[in-house]
T-cell receptor
Framework: DAMVIQNPRYQVTQFGKPVTLSCSQT?????MYWYQQKSSQAPKLLFHYYDKDFNNEADTPDNFQSRRPNTSFCFLDIRSPGLGDAAMYLC???????????????FGPGTRLTVT | AQKITQTQPGMFVQEKEAVTLDCTYD???????LFWYKQPSSGEMIFLIYQGSYDQQNATEGRYSLNFQKARKSANLVISASQLGDSAMYFC????????????FGSGTRLLVRP
């Protein structure tokens, strides 16, 4: 089945120690998104790619970076995690807007990040 | 301003009964889409149903239907014949051309289905 995969599902890192979360998709979607979701809150968009075009949200801290080496893979790098970065990180994909249809986003299972 | 409002932080429903989760939206863009997502305790966001602003009929997907009232700017989710597995957080979301097709989420409603 076509899907969005995130690894690892659970990640524990130390305060200030860089960490990378990965996302892959078999849907062949042009657009990939990274969200941060804290407990009992709605997901907050960090950034997204239209193909290789990177789009950062204005309030995304510089501590968060992303890479998309090809259509299938996208990475979220947290350069110096703080305690406030502990959250669920969700990756999502969608077709390119303007190509017709609803462009619903398909989400992966998420990576739950703990910072000690 | 573009906004999604979900006024029910939590709801209970008896198994096998129907339940309506409220969602109101605000946008000046005539072209928009409305979505409902389910998020179980495992964390994955599951797409349930979509309604386009120009769609004449209310969307339905199995036990899910969307009660779209454009003049009132509401897009309530109706779940028929509730099951225990329906217990989850439910998010209403909107995308518009103005938002560059990014999703704008409501604050969510936590649904608990009682046996």
């Amino acid at each position: 089945d076509a899907m969005v995969i995130q690894n690892p599902r659970y990640q524990v890192t130390q305060f200030g120690k860089p960490v990378t979360l990965s996302c892959s998709q078999t849907l062949n979607h042009n657009v990939m998104y990274w969200y941060q979701q804290k407990s009992s809150q709605a997901p907050k968009l960090l950034f997204h790619y239209y193909d290789k075009d990177f789009n950062n949200e204005a309030d995304t801290p510089d501590n968060f970076q992303s890479r998309r080496p090809n259509t299938s893979f996208c990475f979220l790098d947290i350069r110096s995690p703080g305690l406030g970065d502990a959250a669920m990180y969700l990756c999502a994909t969608s077709r390119l807007p303007g190509t017709g249809g609803s462009y619903e986003q398909y989400f992966g299972p998420g990576t739950r990040l703990t910072v000690t | 301003a573009q906004k999604i409002t979900q006024t029910q932080p939590g709801m209970f429903v008896q198994e096998k009964e129907a339940v309506t989760l409220d969602c109101t939206y605000d946008t000046s863009d005539p072209s928009y889409g409305l979505f409902w997502y389910k998020q179980p305790s495992s964390g994955e966001m599951i797409f349930l149903i979509y309604q386009g602003s120009y769609d004449q009929q209310n969307a339905t997907e199995g036990r899910y239907s969307l009660n779209f009232q454009k003049a009132r700017k509401s897009a309530n989710l109706v779940i028929s014949a509730s099951q225990l597995g329906d217990s989850a957080m439910y998010f209403c979301a909107m995308r518009t051309r103005d938002s560059s097709y990014k999703l704008i989420f409501g604050s969510g409603t936590r649904l608990l289905v009682r046996p």
